[in-house]
């Protein structure tokens, strides 16, 4: 028997997996974190693209009140021959 296969052996039983559940719960928090910053990010963009269209209204709506109104006459229909 090899010296690595007589520790594993000699180790507590319920150990053995330890090691991988704290690396599964580490990758799980990570994961989590990297998500919290992506909807942060994503929250933020979406409040500044809001915030922006919004400006751009209000820059249409004055400038349509500021413009003179003009009046567009229909075409007279002809009847094609």
Do not use: N, Q
């Not at 704290?22 to 979406?46: G, I, Q, S, Y």
């Amino acid at each position: 028997m090899s010296e690595l296969s007589r520790d594993i052996v000699r180790r507590k039983p319920g150990t053995t997996f330890t090691a991988s559940e704290a690396r599964d719960a580490l990758v799980k928090r990570e994961l989590e974190l990297e998500r919290a910053a992506f909807e942060a990010k994503t929250a933020r963009l979406r409040a500044l693209r809001l915030a922006k269209e919004e400006a751009d209204r209000a820059v249409t709506l004055k400038t349509a009140a500021a413009s003179p109104a003009t009046k567009t006459r229909k075409k007279s229909a002809k009847p094609s021959r």
